[in-house]
């Protein structure tokens, strides 16, 4: 299994400023994303992040208000810009293994409040 | 609209009861099928996944089912725990290799 942190576990912030989530992996992994879970809902997929090139955003997420950065194979960051109350939710960084399943392992999640 | 539908959307059971959740897909082509534990405040933890040709796995008191003609999958738990309570979630892995569908999840509580 692969062995994930994420930093801060939980943050309450204002409307307006931003938030970095740090997000390192135990062992080097190609693919790394971000997702979102709003209260009551499962998961959606923020983006994909990549080593070395910009990041691949789904529909209805923008760089501009998610920015993130992926250094190296180890680590990554989501920046929430500019919050509003609708941001709040929970943010997951997750990694993908090789191997016959392609397994998929989640962090412990960033869970944000914005007032 | 979700590709991937779960029924029912809550449950509640007695400690050391039995329980079947259901997930219901259309997604195609299809590559697997996970079942995932969400305790409160957590990240997802894998507890099954299967293939197109398996048709059950098990993992401890969690089995899974999959049906891939007709598109649905079932996760029994067994003599059921306190600890069992959380969120179950049925993820549907299509055709690309890292292209998951989520289901909404089922929210279990096992109440003593």
């Known amino acids: 299994s692969a062995v994930i942190s994420q930093k801060p576990s939980r943050d309450i912030c204002q409307r307006g400023t931003s938030l970095t989530i740090q997000c390192q992996v135990d062992s080097q992994v190609t693919m790394m994303f971000w997702y979102r879970q709003q209260p009551g809902q499962s998961l959606t997929l923020i983006a994909t992040?990549?080593?070395?090139?910009?990041?691949?955003?789904e529909s209805g997420f923008v760089i501009d208000k998610f920015p993130i950065s992926r250094p190296n194979l180890t680590f990554s960051t989501l920046t929430v810009s500019n919050m509003s109350p609708e941001d709040s939710s929970i943010y997951l960084c997750?990694?993908?293994?090789?191997?016959?399943?392609?397994?998929?392992?989640f962090g412990p999640g960033t869970r944000l409040t914005v007032l | 609209k979700n590709q991937v539908e779960q029924s029912p959307q809550s449950l509640i059971i007695l400690e050391g009861k039995n329980c079947t959740l259901q997930c219901n897909y259309t997604v195609s082509p299809f590559s697997n099928l996970r079942w995932y534990k969400q305790d409160t405040g957590r990240g997802p933890v894998s507890l099954t996944i299967m293939t197109f040709s398996e048709n059950t796995k098990s993992n401890g008191r969690y089995t899974a089912t999959l049906d891939a003609d007709t598109k649905q999958s079932s996760l029994h738990i067994t003599a059921s725990q306190l600890s069992d309570s959380a969120s179950y979630i049925c993820v549907v892995s299509a055709g690309a290799m890292f292209d998951m569908r989520f289901g909404a999840g089922t929210r279990l509580t096992v109440k003593p």
């Open positions: 997750s990694v993908v293994r090789g191997g016959s399943y392609n397994e998929q392992f």
């Open positions: 992040a990549n080593q070395g090139s910009e990041a691949t955003y």
